[in-house]
């Protein structure tokens, strides 16, 4: 899954205000036997799904996912509180309803996305339309390199392989999953036409050499953070801990930010859209405060997000724990999610 860098990971190329805050518990170790078990798991459902023609295989999926989740209670009243705080206007038959087409969204893509293993490229360009590629050539001929601003939203996956066949590869910064056999598996997917994923545990200086050789990078910002890492920016009405990485880099190579979403339309198809390139300028000079300037241009990011996502609320991730980090609110401390 595509993420963001950690802050933390970001020290050789800018550095963050310390926090006293202390560092997440290290996780139990998981097994090797675990992860084949995993491993194997994943591959005969995969192959069970290559025997289906396509709208079928996503029809299993969509089952598969509802029946999983019934067994999932925390995760359906996180996706349920999310939608109801970020849609408070909204009926409850409205909000289950926006909850249930994205449980079988997600699913969908999931499936999509494993079909591209048997897909050519001109197969799977069949599937994808794309609007605003002007946007993408426009921030590429500035000669800084490019940062693709996107989300779990539609398919991000399909989109960022997608992306990588217009014009160059990209490298999409990838969160590493716990399980590495796995992990490997979903890469080759993601390496299938070229592109390079790049771990957000060792991301900062490869970012940064993309940079430096005109070369387009994709990040998603769209996820919780712990607080020390975070800048805590309005989502949806509500201060979100955000990764200011983005920003940070950003700000530092003077590269654009263009925002792209994969949006879900019929029968599998998608429909890959870039936005107009946000550029560094646009949050201030010398005369901004640093901090200022990263609060400002996390916000956008954040808000382009929420635009497109209350567009089609039922294509991104309510799933996700996204308003879990709270900002501090002891004596003297200013809420940073006011404007």
């Known amino acids: 899954m595509n993420a963001s860098p950690d802050a933390a990971d970001l020290a050789g190329a800018e550095t963050l205000p ?104 001109e197969e799977l360009l069949s599937r994808v339309s794309v609007a605003g590629e002007e946007h993408l ?12 601003l996107s989300a779990h939203f539609g398919s991000w996956e399909i989109g960022a392989i997608v992306a990588g066949l217009l014009g160059e590869p990209i490298a999409p910064v990838a969160r590493p999953l716990d399980n590495p056999l796995l992990d490997e598996e979903l890469a080759r997917l993601r390496r299938r036409f070229g592109n390079r994923p790049v771990s957000k545990r060792q991301a900062a200086k490869e970012l940064l050499r993309a940079m430096s050789r005109n070369e387009t990078v994709a990040i998603l910002v769209d996820q919780n953070v712990l607080p020390r890492e975070a800048v805590f920016v309005p989502f949806f009405g509500r201060p979100a801990a955000t990764t200011p990485s983005l920003a940070l880099f950003h700000l530092k190579t003077g590269a654009a930010v263009v925002p792209v979403f994969t949006w879900p339309e ?9 936005e107009r390139p946000i550029l560094a300028e646009e949050f201030g000079g010398v005369e901004v405060d640093r901090d200022e300037r990263l609060r400002r241009a996390t916000a956008r990011y954040m808000a382009v997000t929420e635009a497109a996502i209350r567009r089609a609320p039922d294509a991104w991730l309510w799933i996700h724990n996204r308003w879990k980090t709270k900002p501090d609110r002891g004596p003297g401390t200013r809420d940073p999610g006011s404007p």
């Open 137 to 148: 050539r426009a921030a590429r001929s500035r000669g800084k390199g490019v940062f693709l």
């Open 266 to 274: 019929a029968d599998g198809r998608y429909r890959l859209e870039f």
């Open 18 to 121: 310390a926090t006293t805050t202390p560092r997440r518990s290290r996780k139990r170790r998981r097994s090797a036997f675990r992860h084949r078990a995993e491993l194997a798991l994943f591959r005969l459902g995969a192959a069970g799904l290559a025997l289906l023609p396509p709208p079928a295989a996503r029809r299993v999926g969509r089952i598969a996912a509802r029946l999983a989740f019934s067994f999932l209670p925390s995760r359906r009243r996180i996706l349920l509180h999310n939608l109801t705080a970020a849609f408070p206007d909204e009926p409850p038959a409205r909000i289950a309803s926006i909850a249930r087409r994205s449980i079988e969204r997600f699913a969908s893509a999931l499936v999509d996305f494993l079909e591209t293993g048997r897909l050519s490229r």
